[in-house]
Every structure is written in structure tokens, then in C-alpha cells.
């Protein structure tokens, strides 16, 4: 049976037009879990942007945990409601194309929408004034942890979230204008990396070794020679920031942090290898490979937790910058995550694939939401 999501939506604006963010929750139609958060300060805005732009936020979570569901989305706003039900007309032309990208995240006939009241949209109410507040601040707003709710027996046909399946009668790209390229660089060695020891975001956050730097300048050489990286993103750890920097002042740009871009949290496996865990946590390993759900021993964060945090950095960048070509410097679980995103592989995709230190794959995004795998784990400029 497909899954069955509700998405509450919710967006504000102080002064309207004024500072404004929106907010919106997935949750299991079933149970009434909340399964994902989406929130962000937009600048000054109207009520109505704000609005369509959490639905937007929220369709594309519920797409992000399985491209299959059947969605129905709850909001309190009438406007947004009416439009998008096709019962009233779009006049104003800022809604006009934000309805359209609503439309084309999830297939038609998948999508149901629901008037409520707004003491029923408490949750998506509260993450819009959160990332308002979060604006007043000169911040972005960021996910405050949930307790962990518990993690039911693996199942290995769990599905991780996956990227929206090719549109039936889809052009090709030459009818889409200029894509959006993301270079996907991972960082070079540290003296973890030939170790294979697990270093994820609250490890020790060791720097690039000797052999590290050097393949970061190589990398810098390869991508100068190439010519069209036009941005450089990276993850806000130590060792991809340090190659980030090798490549931008070879390149003469700026380094641009993105949060979203670290590495999962591998809780208690931090600095151990395959072996020493398997050792000393079998059963949560085993759990780990079986089920997107799961989570490495003492880890506040799952593959599917993973899918979603970097689903929304693709997107911001996507946004930021679109057309053009831009290095994103990450991590395995980041990059694999987003090529296996791209490809709308299977759940084990992510168990499946080799990343070098210091390899490259390219994705290029179409304006149509369609994406393209172009290179994959290239460490052709280290030899």
C-alpha cells in the first residue's frame, strides 16, 4: 500500500508585504508522526508568497520521503486552498508561477488539498514565526532536535526518500533551457581516510593530512583547466572546508557555507572501522544497512533524516544559483545521497557506490525537476 502523507503548510509576513519565512510539516496519515520540518525566511514578502512557498517546501518533503504517497495538504489559508483545488482563478502574478512549481512536484491526481482552521495548524504556524524570528536575527532558521521515535524492526524494502520519476512525455533538456550543474567534489584524505574509520559530524573533525592537501590542489588544477565552475559551496566541516579554499583561490572565488552539506552523524562509531563496529555494535549496524529508518549507535540522525537535510541544501543552491555551475564540496554520505536522489535509485544505492577522497561526480538539474548524472566518482586528476 503507498504511503499516505499529510502536509501542513503555513506561511507569514510582518507588515505584508514585510519579513516573512513559512513553515511546513509531513506527517504520517496514519499515526500523526511528524516526519519531516521545513522552514525558512524568505525576506520581505507577502502573506500569500510566504504561503505558497511552504506548501512548495512541504510537497517537495513529502516527495523527498517517497515519491509515491499520496499526499493531502492541509492549510489554513482559503486563497491557497481554492487555487490550487482549481476552484478559483490565479490572478496576481507572483502566485502564478508558484502554483505551477506546487504543480509539478507530485503527480497529478496524488495531491489533495483541505481547508482548516488555524488552531489546527499550530505546528507550520510555529515553524513560519521561528524562521521570522530567525530573519530578525540575520540567521537562517535550523531544526531543533525531536526525541527519537522508536525505530521499528528493519525492513530491507524500506524505502529511502527518492527523487520524482521522469514525467512521461519529458522533451529532454534542450527544450529546458540551461540546467543547474553541481560539481560534487569530496574532500581530500585525513589521517583517517586510508584507515576507512568513520568520521562523520560530531567526531573529532580532523583537517586534510599532507597527502589530503595535495589532492585538493590537484583537484584545483583539473576544475581551473575545465573553466566553468561560476560558485563554490561547501559542508562546514574543517577538511571540506580546506579544500574548498584550495579550489576557490585557484579559482579566484569565494567560499559559500552550507550547513546542510555535512556528514551524517555517526554517534558512537565515530573513528571506529567496519570491523571494530561490527565488533562492538552488531545489531545496530545490521539495522543500519537494512533500513533508511535507523540510526548508527547513539546517532541523532537516519539516512532518511540524511536524505532530507540534503535535499533541502540541493535545493537552496539550486535556487541561488540558477543556470550555472557550481562546486559543491561535501562528504560519501552527502554526495552518494544526492547522485542516488538524482538517479531515483533504490534504498541500498547508497551501500553500493564508491567516493574517493577527493573524487568528483557532476549532476545537472533541469528547470523541470528532472535531473541527469553525468559523472560518477572521477579521480582521473590524481594520477
Request: net charge neutral.
Amino acid at each position: 500500500m503507498a504511503a499516505q502523507f499529510i502536509v501542513q503548510a503555513d506561511g507569514g509576513s510582518r507588515g505584508n508585504p514585510g519579513p516573512a519565512g513559512y513553515g511546513a510539516v509531513v506527517l504520517d496519515a496514519r499515526t500523526g508522526e511528524i516526519l519531516a520540518e521545513a522552514a525558512e525566511y524568505i525576506g520581505r514578502a507577502t502573506n500569500n508568497v510566504a504561503e505558497y512557498k511552504g506548501l512548495i517546501a512541504g510537497l517537495r518533503a513529502a516527495q523527498n520521503l517517497d515519491p509515491d504517497a499520496r499526499i493531502l495538504v492541509e492549510m489554513d489559508s482559503k486563497l491557497v486552498v481554492e487555487q490550487m483545488s482549481g476552484r478559483w482563478k490565479i490572478k496576481h502574478p507572483d502566485m502564478q508561477p508558484l502554483a505551477a512549481e506546487a504543480r509539478g512536484i507530485a503527480p497529478r491526481g496524488k495531491v489533495e488539498y483541505k481547508w482548516i482552521p488555524r488552531e489546527k495548524n499550530k505546528e507550520a504556524d510555529r515553524l513560519a514565526n521561528e524562521a521570522m524570528d530567525a530573519g530578525k536575527q540575520g540567521r537562517q532558521w535550523e531544526p531543533k532536535a525531536r526525541p527519537a521515535a522508536p525505530v521499528a524492526a528493519p525492513a530491507q524494502d524500506e524505502p529511502l526518500p527518492a527523487a520524482p520519476a521522469p514525467r512521461a512525455g519529458w522533451a529532454g533538456p534542450a527544450d529546458l533551457g540551461t540546467p543547474t550543474t553541481l560539481v560534487l567534489l569530496r574532500h581530500g584524505e585525513t589521517p583517517l581516510t586510508p584507515l576507512k574509520r568513520f568520521s562523520g559530524s560530531t567526531g573529532s573533525d580532523p583537517g586534510l593530512s599532507e597527502k589530503g592537501v595535495w589532492q585538493a590542489e590537484r583537484a584545483a588544477d583539473s576544475l581551473a583547466a575545465r573553466g566553468t565552475v561560476q560558485a563554490v559551496v561547501s559542508s562546514p566541516m574543517l577538511r571540506t572546508r580546506q579544500t574548498a579554499e584550495a579550489v576557490a583561490r585557484r579559482l579566484g572565488l569565494e567560499v559559500r557555507i552550507e550547513e546542510g552539506l555535512r556528514e551524517l552523524d555517526f554517534g558512537a562509531w565515530e573513528g571506529l572501522t567496519y570491523a571494530e563496529v561490527m565488533e562492538r555494535h552488531p545489531e545496530d549496524l545490521n539495522a543500519w544497512l537494512g533500513s533508511a529508518k535507523a540510526k548508527p549507535t547513539g546517532s541523532s540522525e537516519s539516512l532518511t533524516g540524511l536524505a532530507l537535510r540534503v535535499g533541502q541544501a540541493r535545493d537552496k543552491i539550486l535556487a541561488r544559483y540558477p543556470g550555472k555551475t557550481v562546486l559543491v564540496v561535501s562528504h560519501v554520505s552527502p554526495i552518494k545521497t544526492l547522485v542516488r536522489l538524482a538517479l531515483g535509485a533504490p534504498p541500498d544505492a547508497v551501500h553500493r557506490m564508491e567516493l574517493s577522497a577527493a573524487s568528483v561526480c557532476a549532476v545537472q538539474y533541469y528547470s523541470d525537476g528532472n535531473a541527469s548524472l553525468r559523472l560518477l566518482n572521477d579521480t582521473s586528476h590524481l594520477r
